[in-house]
Structure formats: C-alpha cells, structure tokens
C-alpha cells in the first residue's frame, strides 16, 4: 500500500547513544517533514525538506540532525541521545501544504 | 507558543449523541486540516478547508472553516464507538507553508 514507512517501530537507548530513524514515502511527494509528539506538547516540527537536497530547521532542531538522501527518503539522527528526546517521532510527506501523510511512528525511549 | 486553541480538551459521550470540537485562533490561515489520530498510529488526514465559510461533509462529520479563515469547527452527529480517538487541527499560514500550526488536540470517547 502507498504510504509513509517508518523504522524502526521502538528503541530503547542510553543516553550518549546515537541512531538514526528511518523513513520512506512512495507517493512521489516533494515535502516531507520529521515530528516529535509529546503528551500535553501536541505535534512539534524538528526539521524539514521543500525538496531534494533541502531541509530546514523547524521549531526544536536542537540534538538532531536530518538527511534528504533522494526523494523517497529523510532520514532523522541522533548524534547523542538524552532523556529530554524520548518521545514519539513522526514521519510525514506532502506533495503541497494542503493534506499531510503520516507514518505509524517510532517510539523512543532514552534512559 | 500556542497559536490554535482546541476546545474541549477531552469529550466522553454516549453513542448516537452529537459533538462539536473547536479549533480557534488570532492568526489568519490559508488552509486548515482535521486530523484523527489512534493509539499507535500516526494522525490520518480528514479534511482540508481552504475557503472562509467553507463547510465539507464526510459521512456524519461535518467541517467548518471561518468566515475570517480563523477558526473551524468539527460537529459529529450521532457518534459512533468507532469514532473514538484524538482529534488534531493543523493550520498553514500564508508565509510559511511548511510549518504548519497545531493544536493540541482534542481527545474523544464515544461509549457503547
């Protein structure tokens, strides 16, 4: 089915640790986008790309960094992990601001 | 900073009653979204309103976007179990169309 694909579904890290999220879309979107949702904080942007070989920062950049490797894929890192980046993380794509396609999610525990 | 108020944070209900959800801000958007999220799942797109006055229509869910492009409203009319869930709305502002403006949403549960 066309979609969002995210891995991995959960990690557990230790702090000082660092992985890299992965995530792919097969609708030939141009946009995509990486959040991280938070009880009571709602949907926060941390980076995003307009397009291949660009990507901008969004709300709460801070600790992550991102790749835009084609189009398909954007890919979200963890150079260092803390206990404050635990969280649910979402990847998303859009061909136009007008309708967003959401991955299933991974669930991030730092401990 | 929080620039789309939803109200009411969290609604149970008994099923075939009516609820409206609100989503409210200053801030004048070029388009809004409705979103419905389940637990362990990413949020799923509903709808998209782009024109002030604008009001769609999907099943028993009816969309309301405001005359000034301001607000929106979601009225579900004779809930249904399967309806429970998290209810977001995400507005695009005319100068930043990739930063969309979330609420905090809405949490629904319709019970049996």
């Known amino acids: 089915n066309a979609g969002v694909t995210q891995t991995p579904k959960f990690q557990v890290l230790k702090t000082g640790q660092s992985m890299t999220l992965q995530c792919a879309q097969d609708m030939n979107h141009n946009s995509m986008y990486w959040y991280r949702q938070d009880p009571g904080m709602g949907l926060r942007l941390i980076y995003y790309?307009?397009?291949?070989?660009?990507?901008d920062k969004g709300e709460v950049p801070n600790g992550y960094n991102v790749s835009r490797l084609n189009k398909r894929e954007f890919s979200l890192r963890l150079e260092s992990a803390a206990p404050s980046q635990t969280s649910v993380y979402f990847c998303a794509s859009d061909w136009e601001p007008r309708g967003y396609t959401f991955g299933s999610g991974t669930r991030l525990t730092v401990v | 900073t929080q620039l789309l108020e939803q109200s009411p944070q969290f609604l149970s209900i008994q099923e075939g009653e009516n609820l409206t959800v609100y989503c409210n801000s200053s801030?004048?958007?070029?388009?809004l979204q409705w979103y419905r999220q389940e637990p362990g799942e990413g949020p799923v797109l509903l709808v998209t309103v782009v024109t002030g006055g604008e009001v769609k229509k999907l099943k028993r869910l009816t969309f309301q976007f405001g005359d000034a492009r301001k607000d929106s409203s979601l009225h579900i009319t004779a809930a249904q179990p399967g309806d429970t869930g998290l209810y977001l709305c995400?507005?695009?502002?005319?100068?930043?169309?990739?930063?969309?403006?979330w609420g905090a949403g809405t949490k629904l549960i319709i019970k049996p």
């Open positions: 801030s004048v958007f070029s388009s």
């Open positions: 995400a507005g695009a502002k005319a100068d930043s169309n990739y930063q969309l403006i």
């Open positions: 790309s307009a397009s291949e070989g660009t990507t």
